[in-house]
């Protein structure tokens, strides 16, 4: 759930969301924006639904949450074989990386060419998934890591699979209790030296550090990670360091780590999502706000249809029980699990 | 030893592709088809002659590097060099870095930030752009016959900016023409490129693809590209889904696959590249660049090569003034000291790399 509130806290989701109207909505917020820029209005044009439903605009989860669920759901699935399933679903939406790489595959390109082959291999859309082997391997860090980077490689390749095998291993230590300093440290060790990603990381969580708070940490990470030569704005090489400076900034609070992480309007598509999944693990299901809970909940396939109106909390139960079937038992950490995904 | 008729013809070759594809760039083949049939002729500026962009001016700028360090040069001195000559000029006066992509204006980013070569090519997410390959040509000049010590230099500059792809990219162009300055067959010369980068690479892929539909290895009549091809190439090495044409397994093996269809002839290998389409006065600079050495300077259609003036300075202001053919010269010259000069070997650092005062000696010089 924790990645689901960052997803919908961050102004992307709203974007994304509105995939699900009709065209000509955004059609005509286009020819709005295009108005504004000639008559030098500051009103921005955002996702409106004008005669259409209005629940797909209201507060949700989006693309990111989709992605973390359709990964948990088919954790025994071969996950070649499931992102060829993927390929010509209807109304799918996709991350230029995962564009890519089904492109390939349909070219007979497997991995991990599939992912290196890639304009986009260095974005974190693997990151995002990585979230569920993370879940599914408590405590077992180097397990979850090599899940990651396995599903990973079909997607991504450098950057884009050391940030996901990291977002795994880190999610791994978190939803068993470890301390902030743990997790922080496990994704630090799946990065490897001399990578942009690792080089990012050092310079995000001195940042943080200085700062000593998350939300005093916003413009020194902007500095820290951010040229703004293009805005990316999913670069794994940004968000992850991002989402780990404010992990440990706030102590693991998503309350205050998730806030600051939408503060940085060029990385609040995902830095936000994967700041959640960290912080929403080390707080706890119990203790996130009973609000972003309820909305961040149901899923409204705007990237995946086949997981319109699916229930987040229902599927991370399912990743729970996976692991209550190999004789790990507290209740206290299904309530965790839930806490995090 | 260099061939002055084949440096002039492979810059030459090089500012006349980066010309005639510049309306064409980013432009899919059927707009290219729709708009000027077949584009042949390169549009004139206000002066009267063709006018160039980023791909001639950053030549230049790797002209000027050879020129100063010669083959001892070191990631160093390029990072060195970018921040006298291009990010100085940028600081004094404050402007747009016109015409230049993504990964020149990251690198100039990671620099400013302090980040040293290798770091400052990975730190940008564009380390697969075709910014080192549309430069590397000059280092095939300056070691005429050497494709693996073409191949090295290019990657010694590559680290300051690209990294991964980008890299493997300049070193196959630079290795190309290498090959090319001696006169070899195209199919021989894109063997050249291939042999310096990585089999399981995806621009090991992609000119691979290229030599399949291309299928012109052993012919030495050139063939202008049909829809056919054009299709073929497109389906085998464009990124469809990418809004940005300037990555280089695309752009070096849509020049490759143009330059082997054309077998080497300068005017059809060029046009071949521009009515491709995708980074079209990139793709065309390559081919005109791999021609050009083969062919040298008579190779080069005197319709072209008659517009073909001094460098404008748009995207680097240091190298405005400074023309191609003087550049090739001076390359050819170059190569000429470092192989008289005492105790040589490839790769050996000279004692000491003449330093010629920085970015105003660059300006001046080059």
Known sequence: MGLAIGDAAGWPAARHRSGLLAPWTRRLARELDEFAEEHRLTTLPVPFTLNQPVTALQVGPSDDAEWLAWTARGLRTDRRAAFQALAGAPGLRVRMSVRAALDNLRRGIGPPASGHDNPHFFDDAAAVRAVAFGAAHPGDPARAARAGRADAEITNAEDGVHGAAAMAAAVSVAVVGEPVATVVTAALAELPEHTAIRCAAGAALTAAELAGDAFAAVPLLDAAVQDHVYSYGVAAAQTIPVALALTRASGGALMSAVPAAACLPSLADSAPALTGALTGALTGYAALPGGWRRSARVLPGCCLPCLAGADLAQIADHVAAGRTDRATPPHSDARRMTGHV | MVDRQRARGCLLGLAA????????????????????????????????????????????????????????????DVAREWRRNIIAPLDERPGPMRGAGFSELGTVQALRRGLEPPLSGRWQQHGWSDGLAMRAAPYGVFAAGEPAEAARLAGVDGAVSHGGEGVHGGRAVAAAVALAMTGAPPAQVIDAA?????????????????????????????????????????????????????????????????????????????????????????????????????????????????????????????????????????????????????????????EQPRDQGGWRACRRGI
Do not use: K
């Open chain 2, 17 to 76: 592709g980066d010309a005639l594809g510049r309306p064409a760039e980013n432009l899919a083949p059927e707009e290219i088809a729709g708009r000027w049939g077949r584009l042949t002729e390169l549009a004139r500026g206000p002066d009267g002659m063709a006018v160039g962009t980023d791909d001639t001016e950053y030549a230049l700028f790797t002209a000027f590097l050879l020129e100063t360090y010669g083959s001892a040069l070191s990631s160093g």
């Open chain 2, 194 to 350: 291939l042999a310096v980068i990585p089999a399981d690479s995806w621009t090991g892929r992609t000119v691979r693809a290229s030599v399949r539909i291309a299928g012109a290895r052993r012919s030495a009549i050139p063939v202008i590209a049909d829809e056919r091809h054009t299709a073929d190439l497109h389906e085998a090495v464009v990124v469809r889904h990418c809004p940005w044409a300037d990555l280089a397994p695309e752009a070096v093996a849509l020049a490759f696959a143009a330059y082997l269809l054309g077998a080497g002839e300068v005017e059809v290998s060029v046009t071949n590249a521009v009515n491709l389409g995708r980074d079209a006065d990139t793709t065309a600079a390559i081919a005109g660049a791999l021609a050009g050495a083969g062919q040298g300077e008579d190779g080069v259609p005197e319709r072209w090569s008659a517009r073909i003036g001094p460098a404008r300075g748009t995207c680097l202001r240091a190298v405005a003034g400074r023309d191609v053919r003087d550049a090739a010269d001076a390359l050819a010259a170059a190569a000429r000291r470092e192989h008289t000069g005492p105790g040589r070997a490839p790769g050996a650092r000279r």
